[in-house]
């Protein structure tokens, strides 16, 4: 890979060449896509996925955590969980010691999402974590050369589709469908949970077409008569 972050040099060189983005190179990005989209739903028909599906839905605890760019992955898989389910927590890099997962006294199950050029923080705590007893599963690309000496499961998926900048969008479709089979493997339990999520939402903030109701009790508040400035009872 070299030095450089993401060999931006060459393939600048490149665009530069080809004369900037044509259909043809935005077919074959099309067909590269499409057969990674594929690969990942075979992905989901295997024994690992199977697993990986279980440790999601039955694990006590379940920690995410993402680096660089790929934060937002991460963040997004662990709200999509947080309504299914409780006991997920999305870990907090700023605090530089990962306590929460290496600490915890429970059994616990650790998601990573990282991708080139790797953090030296996700390889490490990778490492820590098996070490404490915390399972391990690193969502990555397909260039990760350490993913299976630091993880107990890992699934790499394409991100290079004829574009300038590497694509995690795969990444996101495979979260996407893990979600989906912990919410399989979950059941029926879940409709009890995501309804008192909605119920929660609706008292604290609304939606667009259903304003929240405690905000509806506070104008009702204001609207008490008005007391003498002496008046102290």
């Given at each position: 890979m070299g030095d450089d972050p993401w060999l931006m040099s060459d393939r600048l060189q490149e665009m530069r060449k080809d004369g900037g983005v044509d259909s043809a190179q935005l077919n074959q990005g099309l067909q590269l896509e499409i057969a990674a989209l594929?690969?990942?739903?075979?992905?989901?028909?295997?024994?690992?996925?199977?697993?990986?599906?279980?440790?999601?839905?039955?694990?006590?605890?379940?920690?995410?955590?993402?680096?660089?760019?790929?934060?937002?992955?991460?963040?997004?898989?662990?709200?999509?969980?947080?309504?299914?389910?409780?006991?997920?927590?999305?870990?907090?890099?700023?605090?530089?010691?990962?306590?929460?997962?290496?600490?915890?006294?429970?059994?616990?199950?650790?998601?990573?999402?990282?991708?080139?050029?790797?953090?030296?923080l996700a390889k490490s705590l990778a490492e820590e974590a098996r070490a404490a007893g915390v399972t391990v599963t690193l969502i990555t690309d397909v260039f990760c050369d350490w993913g299976h000496d630091a993880a107990d499961q890992v699934f790499a998926v394409p991100t290079q589709f004829n574009q300038f900048w590497d694509s995690t969008a795969q990444m996101a479709s495979l979260s996407n469908l893990l979600i989906h089979s912990v919410f399989l493997k979950l059941g029926s339990e879940v409709e009890g949970r995501l309804n008192r999520i909605a119920d929660l939402y609706g008292r604290f903030t609304g939606h667009v077409d259903r304003p929240a109701r405690q905000g509806a009790k506070r104008t009702n508040d204001t609207e008490k008569p008005n007391r003498s400035e002496h008046d102290d009872s």
């Amino acid at each position: 890979m070299g030095d450089d972050p993401w060999l931006m040099s060459d393939r600048l060189q490149e665009m530069r060449k080809d004369g900037g983005v044509d259909s043809a190179q935005l077919n074959q990005g099309l067909q590269l896509e499409i057969a990674a989209l594929v690969g990942i739903y075979e992905l989901a028909n295997s024994s690992e996925w199977h697993q990986e599906a279980e440790r999601l839905s039955k694990s006590p605890h379940v920690f995410v955590v993402g680096f660089q760019t790929e934060r937002g992955l991460a963040q997004y898989f662990a709200n999509q969980m947080q309504y299914l389910r409780g006991g997920v927590t999305l870990l907090d890099l700023a605090g530089g010691n990962f306590a929460e997962v290496l600490l915890t006294d429970h059994p616990a199950h650790l998601v990573i999402f990282e991708a080139r050029r790797y953090s030296v923080l996700a390889k490490s705590l990778a490492e820590e974590a098996r070490a404490a007893g915390v399972t391990v599963t690193l969502i990555t690309d397909v260039f990760c050369d350490w993913g299976h000496d630091a993880a107990d499961q890992v699934f790499a998926v394409p991100t290079q589709f004829n574009q300038f900048w590497d694509s995690t969008a795969q990444m996101a479709s495979l979260s996407n469908l893990l979600i989906h089979s912990v919410f399989l493997k979950l059941g029926s339990e879940v409709e009890g949970r995501l309804n008192r999520i909605a119920d929660l939402y609706g008292r604290f903030t609304g939606h667009v077409d259903r304003p929240a109701r405690q905000g509806a009790k506070r104008t009702n508040d204001t609207e008490k008569p008005n007391r003498s400035e002496h008046d102290d009872s």
